[in-house]
């Protein structure tokens, strides 16, 4: 995928090596040919009166010597400063242009790269992702299978405690009632028996009463 | 007596048994007549000569010991009990136990040659009773399996051993930093509305199927105050393995003076004997209580007053000499037997209230240097939000580590290093933010170490679930959240590793430390859950 | 303050005495022994008594004049004594003086005092057989002090020496009613 991506960017910058070589032959061209036409020109323009002067065909397209010295002299002149000063400007121009041509060509390329890559990536995550979302599916499934469970035994055991403490509470009542009971019928009897024997007791009886717990009685010294 | 009482006893759980019919109550009636026997010994006998606030002065009894239990009274008519406290030349001063108003001038008073004994046993167990035993929720007599001095020496060095297992309280600044040991007693000390019952009840909660029996002893409290107790330790299903002894504010002087000893003596019955009901023994393991005494300062102050009454001459604050003993020797009967005794615990978590914060008034010194221990609770603290306000600079604990499991031993370490360098740099935070990163790390992990101990009332947490929050504040893991998130993010996480890695909890509870494999699986987890915690704002 | 306590010992002892000898001559030692008994138990009780007997507002000689008014017909020795107690501020020893007086009888006339309450009036057949087995005991002659308390319905209490045997059928049947009612 890359190669051919490459290759057009190399081709470009060897073709570009080409028109800049094509460019200056052609330049060069130009200016060869420049003084050829200012004399064509020249000659042209003087051509009335070379004709009226001294009419030869030929001699009138050959330049003098004394004119082509210093045309070439200037020719030479207008390439030096060319060559200094215009020359590099306009090469100038053309790399910038070329160079900023090649970075947005690459800044194209990377950025393609990093959208594949982001593509890739996002893939994967998705992918993470549905698989995330398949767990945590089955973790609240499996939580909510626990907490049901859960439930329901706390449910049942808090149904079985109110059920224990229902008893409980029953089997107190019970107690308290027997207890109750138990008292007041301790009360009663006790009352009766005490006015019974207090009425019932004859003096001689009382006596042999009192005899017998001062047998059972203890000592009074003792410490 | 004691023999017809319990046979007495017997009688009529044998008859709560059966069915409430005629031939039962006939039946029990017999057994009962025929279990009375006739008493003909001598007994000493000894005149009122004065009486009032709550006290009586009484001529003769040359024989009474101190703390004798008296009867007060004809025996014909209301028997009212009293305590022997002053023993003079001629006379003895005693305190009241019952009804005062019921015993006048020239009453007869009898020596019983037995001291203030309790009744116990697992009947008591989710029940209100009062110092006597005698209950107080409304839900019938308790059936004794046994009964206990009120004051009982202590037991020596020998019949002891060190303390090794931990009383979880559920509470992370308490467990990882000022932990608790079986048979340990740390003081709970701090002003009125500053959480001290809070940690208690939180305590008593965390303590369901953990073998642990709890006695909540409220001294001079309000009686809504100990139904609001009750009715929360009922809500969390804690009250079936706890008794709640009462001397409400109401009640005299003398009862809520032995209000904490009937609570102990309550629980040295558990300590004492093992399941079977027979003495505990090295193959008879006796059982695990913690007591809670639910103010100190408010015995402290009843037993002034019965003590000025007494005319018992008075010492710093008014308070009688030997309050120090008082306490001393209630907090002594916290114990860890040794593993001939049965290996029982009896862990005693006494709460002072300071006035003002100042701890160094009287009785808030004494406790403190008789205790292995305290945690400091502060107002300030308690208004900043941090609850439980605990302050960990000060308070301590001088023999849990020892009880600590490893592992959070491993993450409380740093926690209070951690913490300790928070505190000395928090001065110079206020003084701007120029300062170094090591510094501001260290600020920054002190704030969300802090923001972690946070904790809400009755939501006790498990030990492994502790060390996983500490853990995960040790490893940097809250730095980068704002400190407002910190809990949230605590819990969610929490709620997560209980879900999604149940067996990091049980790892760590089976191997009691932390090992790399469980770090590095801890740690995995942990980040796992941060790349899905969203930050709110 | 022991001296005190050894001072207010002494002044007792010499109360004792003297109102012994004093029994003794007019021959009312008996007598004299259980109006301080009544003495002892109506101060008690009484607050406005012991207000007034106490109030320095008084002087000594109204106070002892309120205090024979209260006690009238009571033994001259007796009325005597306490009158003195009055003035001298000594009422606080009533109750010593009380003890070491029986003491002191016991001792001079070589006796055991012993008191015995019952609900129908002791014939002479119960007296000897109380006296035979206690004189046993305290090695000494026994006097009973009598008393009827109808309350007791039968049987008998016996008490010497601040110790006391209820053997009464009240009692028995109070604990009866306890043990029946299984209250603790």
Redesign the interface.
Known sequence: MRKPTTSPVRTWGASLGALRAALSAAVLAVFLATPVLAFASEELAAEPIAAADEASGIGLLIPKLGEWIPMLLGFIILWIVLAKFGWPAFMGMIDKRAATIRDSLEKAELAKLESERLLAEQKAELEEARHLAAQIVA?AKA?AE?TRAQITTQAREEAQ?MLAKASE?I?????????Q???????L??AI??RV??TE?S?TQ??A???R??A???????? | MTATSAAAGTKASAAAGASISAQAIDETLRQQLDAIRMNVEAREVGTVIQIGDGIARINGLRGAMSGELLEFGEEGGKTVYGLAQNLEEDEVGAVLLGDVTSIRENDRVRTTGRIVEVPSGRGFLGRVVNPLGLPLDGKGPIDAEGHRPVEFRAPGVIERQGVSEPVQTGIMAIDAMIPIGRGQRELIIGDRQTGKTAIAIDAIINSKGKDLICIYVAIGQKASTVATVVETLERFGALDYTIIVSASASDSAPLQYIAPMAGVAMGEFFMYTGADGNPASADNPGRHVLCVYDDLSKQAVAYRQMSLTLRRPPGREAYPGDVFYLHSRLLERAVKLSDANGAGSLTALPIIETQAGDISAYIPTNVISITDGQIFLQSDLFFQGQRPAVNVGISVSRVGGDAQIKAMKQVAGSLRLDLAAYRELQAFAQFGSDLDKATQDQLNRGARMTELLKQGRYLPMPVEEQIMAIFAGNQGFLDDLPVFEVTRFRDELLQYLRASHPELGTAILAERKLSEEISADLAEAITAFKAQFAVGD | MPTDRVQARKASVIYAKTLLQAARTSDTVFEVADQLTEVLASFRAAVQLREVLFDASLDAAQRRALAEEAFAGFDVALLGVLGVMIEREDLGLLAKVSELYEREVEDALGIVIIEVTTAVALDEGLREAIRAKYAAQFGAKIALRERLDAALIGGIVLSAHGKRIDASIASQLERTRVTLSNRR
């Open positions: 973790d939580a626990q405690a509470a089997e107190i009542e019970k107690k308290a009632a027997i207890a009971l138990q008292s007041s019928v301790a009360d009897s006790v028996a005490g024997i207090g007791l003096e009382h006596r009463v009192i005899e717990y001062l059972e009685a203890g000592s009074l010294n003792a410490n």
